[in-house]
């Protein structure tokens, strides 16, 4: 009987594998996107910021997805180019008012660029779902 379960329990697992495979949900090392196949990469040199300055790349990375969410709010829109568009506006505003500052002072600017981020994210991922983009 124990042995009746335990096959019983690696068919269903195996099941389960099986239908991830299918549906191509088996994790890779590879960075393709899903969606917007053409999205502009990070800038060169915030792939090489040293560690120590980690926290910025993040703020920078949490600026550009704010701003992505709230074009694609105002826009009402999920287009590529609306929500991938080039790096330099997020880099502008930090340039413009973070690149001086502190290492507190970027972290909690993150954490509001988060929010802000997450916020959005309610009305832009039912625009996004519609359009296939999400």
Known sequence: ???AVAIGSLLV???ATAGVAERNLIPTLD???DVCS???PEPQWMKD?????GHKRLLIQ?????QSMQRIVEAQSCECPTRYPSWETAEGVFVEHFAASEYWDIVEATSDYRQQANE????A?????????W
Not at 120 to 123: F, H, I, P, Q, S
């Open 125 to 133: 991922m039912p625009i996004c779902q519609a359009a296939g983009n």
């Open 120 to 123: 959005l994210r309610r009305e």
């Open 13 to 15: 697992v195996l099941g």
């Open 62 to 66: 949490q600026i550009y997805r704010a």
């Open 1 to 3: 009987m124990m042995r």
């Open 38 to 40: 053409d999205q502009p």
């Open 49 to 53: 910021i040293d560690v120590r300055e």
């Open 31 to 33: 960075n393709e996107p």
